[in-house]
């Protein structure tokens, strides 16, 4: 059965705690791109990853491998989410069917994340994932920026998706809390 899992990103510690935001989880495009799935029979989870306003690799992980990961899995995942994909796909050698990074994160400077993201991008992940896409925008934060090239350094055959005006694919930033591209994608 297909399955997919949506993985969310990073905030700081007043959003987190603030009842005037949404859970990360269920913020942005990330609950529409969920029901939009499941109404095409793809079962969606979007967990809530634990404290994320100072993510701890081993407890992402914790909650992440609760889930069901199998070759019929497609993986996206936002920010900070896209960079714990990439690492835990990098550590674990499980094929899936898809794997859909957004403004991937994965702290090039080292500053926010301490160990979160002490890895090496495994080169080979394409002999296990049928497909690896990467949406990017070229008015997105450096750092964002920064941790696509990286990225693509290791992995020059992953498929990118440029837009322009679409900033960090936040609502904010997007204007809508729709992805038709992500979701035409899947």
């Known amino acids: 059965m297909n399955n997919a899992i949506i993985i969310h990103g990073t905030c700081d510690r007043n959003e987190y705690f603030s009842d005037k935001y949404p859970s990360l989880s269920n913020s942005h495009w990330l609950p529409w ?3 939009q799935l499941l109404m095409n029979n793809i079962f969606t989870q979007t967990p809530e990853m634990p404290e994320a306003y100072q993510p701890d690799y081993k407890k992402w992980q914790k909650e992440f491998e609760r889930l069901e990961i199998n070759e019929a899995t497609i993986l ?3 920010s900070c989410g896209g960079g714990f994909l990439l690492r835990w796909l990098s550590e674990n050698k499980v094929k899936i069917r898809k794997l859909v990074l957004v403004a991937p994160w994965i702290d090039p400077k080292r500053i926010k994340t ?3 993201f002490n890895f090496q991008i495994d080169s080979s992940l394409l002999d296990r994932i049928k497909e690896i896409h990467l949406f990017i925008s070229s008015d997105d ?3 964002i920026i920064e941790s696509v090239k990286i990225i693509t350094k290791v992995l020059p055959q992953i498929i990118i998706h440029n837009f322009s005006n679409q900033g960090y694919f936040t609502f ?3 204007g809508t809390d729709k992805f038709p591209e992500l979701l035409k994608l899947i």
């Open 33 to 35: 791109l969920q029901k």
């Open 76 to 78: 996206v995942g936002h």
């Open 114 to 116: 301490k160990d979160f």
């Open 141 to 143: 934060d450096a750092d």
């Open 172 to 174: 904010k930033d997007m």
